[in-house]
């Protein structure tokens, strides 16, 4: 079965599944969200120059760092440290990428740059939960895989 037959083949009405894909991907919003606002918030008080695009990549990378090592913690009460580790790496990096991606080109886009305001990080926040969501449903419904 390729990829778009799976996609087509799934119920997308399941509510448990919906319930689910959305904790899941709140608690990746919420470790993703630790390092990318925390490395955008560094930049804008310390007033370092750097250009807008090193600073986003390097907010995403510190919102999967911060995202994979809150998993592993997450992961630890139910496992070894090793292998709540290999887990957490292991997880859907493209629902991750996604959200990341999604909550720095809403902040360059209703900001002109990487800043952070009061009315914008609620906004970032709504796009990098909504745009991996879809993802997480097919992952957990079709391959009955979770992010966390």
């Not at 799934?10 to 319930?19: A, E, L, N, V, Y």
């Not at 969200?33 to 250009?51: K, N």
């Not at 496992?79 to 999604?102: N, P, Q, W």
């Not at 914008?120 to 926040?125: E, Y």
Request: net charge positive; with cysteine.
């Amino acid at each position: 079965m390729t990829a778009l037959e799976t996609v087509n083949a799934i119920s997308w009405t399941c509510r448990p599944t919906w319930k689910r894909a959305s904790v899941n991907t709140l608690w990746c919003l919420l470790g993703c969200s630790i390092g990318d606002l925390g490395t955008i918030a560094f930049f804008q008080f310390t007033g370092i120059g750097w250009p807008t695009l090193a600073i986003m990549t390097l907010a995403i990378i510190n919102g999967l760092l911060t995202s994979i090592a809150l998993e592993t913690v997450i992961l630890s009460r139910q496992m070894e440290l090793a292998a709540a580790f290999k887990t957490a790496l292991g997880m859907s990096l493209i629902s991750m990428i996604s959200m990341e991606v999604a909550m720095n080109v809403v902040d360059v886009l209703l900001t002109g740059g990487a800043r952070l305001t009061f009315w914008v990080v609620p906004i970032m926040l709504i796009a990098g939960f909504i745009t991996p969501l879809p993802y997480n449903y097919w992952r957990l419904k079709a391959l009955g895989k979770a992010c966390h």
